[in-house]
């Protein structure tokens, strides 16, 4: 876990800091909206003015998180935070519209709270360990500091820790994450209606989004992979299509091409045993973990595809 330093130095400038400023990754999921809300709480009970910036996304997605308005998805340029907090990225550039924060023309402490084995270390503080979550992270850093846990914060960091971990079912959990998302339960949280707002929400669009997955979907039985392709006119469901198609047996990676634009991809990559996708993803300037990770190409989809495609071969001819 982190060195006892590095938390001492975190709790001194959160107690000295006045204006904050919380961020997560592009494409924000639970694990990074959960933990910035959790520090959010926190430093508000403190006296902090703090706003939770999620730029360019629909922040109702997470309503089922207690927000007390924090959330918001655009910033006033005048907003001069002393410190600015960052969750779930592994490298600055992985926040939408970044240069917000890299351009800033007032002084302010850059925190770096994370999970990624791939964290590059980017702030005057790094926070980074590889643990199953931010969420179980920022859990063991409150309880370090003897920080209160409220109910409306464990809701927060178990939603973070749920997410994560796939309700505790990948390979990433272990016996203190259970401890963990205990020690959270006891505090007030209802786990089965929150189970059920993060999983028993899927509207009609996200049922026609999975048909189409389904129509695309490859099998590629002599390589061990299966893929499918989301183009850009595909109905704009918010369920996440890698998490459906992961559960097909027999096959180690999984791959999703989200067309974006013309000429922008999303690629989500998930493998069970074999396939490293971190390693995998920084072929071409993407991050995660080693069951879990994603690219942006820069490129229309047929050239994306062929990139992929080429460097799993790569990878299937080195092991």
């Known amino acids: 876990m982190l060195d006892n330093s590095i938390i001492q130095e975190l709790d001194t400038h959160l107690k000295n800091c006045k204006k904050v400023l919380?961020?997560?990754?592009?494409?924000?999921?639970?694990?990074s909206v959960g933990s910035c809300l959790a520090l959010a709480h926190h430093l508000h009970a403190q006296g902090k003015i703090?706003?939770?910036?999620?730029?360019?996304?629909?922040?109702?997605?997470?309503?089922?998180?207690?927000?007390?308005?924090?959330?918001?998805?655009?910033?006033?340029?005048?907003?001069?935070?002393?410190?600015?907090?960052?969750?779930?990225c592994s490298a600055l550039d992985r926040v939408n519209k970044h240069l917000f924060i890299k351009n800033a023309r007032h002084p302010f402490t850059l925190v770096n709270i994370d999970h990624h084995p791939d964290n590059c270390a980017f702030g005057d503080i790094n926070c980074a360990t590889k643990v199953s979550s931010v969420g179980e992270l920022l859990f063991y850093i409150f309880t370090q500091l003897q920080w209160e846990i409220t109910k409306d914060i464990a809701i927060c960091l178990y939603a973070a820790i749920s997410f994560d971990t796939g309700r505790f079912a990948y390979s990433n959990v272990e016996a203190h994450t259970?401890?963990?998302?205990?020690?959270?339960?006891?505090?007030?949280?209802?786990?089965?209606?929150?189970?059920?707002?993060?999983?028993?929400?899927?509207?009609a669009v996200d049922f026609e989004l999975i048909k189409v997955a389904i129509d695309n979907l490859v099998v590629v039985e002599?390589?061990?992979?299966?893929?499918?392709?989301?183009?850009?006119?595909?109905?704009?469901?918010?369920?996440?299509?890698?998490?459906?198609i992961r559960q097909l047996k027999d096959c180690d990676c999984f791959i999703v091409f989200q067309e974006l634009q013309n000429k922008l991809v999303k690629v989500n990559l998930r493998s069970k045993h074999i396939v490293n996708v971190s390693e995998l993803s920084h072929r071409f300037d993407g991050g995660?973990?080693?069951?879990?990770?994603?690219?942006?190409?820069?490129?229309?989809?047929d050239s994306a595809k062929k990139e992929l495609f080429a460097a799993l071969d790569e990878l299937d001819h080195e092991a």
């Open 178 to 203: 259970f401890k963990a998302a205990m020690t959270l339960m006891e505090k007030g949280v209802d786990t089965y209606s929150l189970c059920q707002a993060m999983d028993e929400n899927k509207t």
């Open 288 to 301: 995660g973990h080693e069951r879990a990770a994603g690219i942006l190409f820069k490129s229309d989809l």
């Open 50 to 88: 703090v706003q939770v910036w999620i730029p360019g996304e629909q922040i109702n997605d997470f309503h089922y998180l207690p927000s007390n308005d924090f959330l918001t998805s655009t910033i006033e340029p005048d907003y001069f935070y002393d410190l600015c907090i960052v969750c779930d």
């Open 222 to 244: 002599e390589k061990n992979y299966a893929y499918t392709v989301i183009p850009k006119d595909a109905p704009r469901g918010k369920v996440k299509v890698i998490d459906f």
């Open 22 to 31: 919380i961020t997560g990754h592009r494409f924000p999921d639970t694990d």
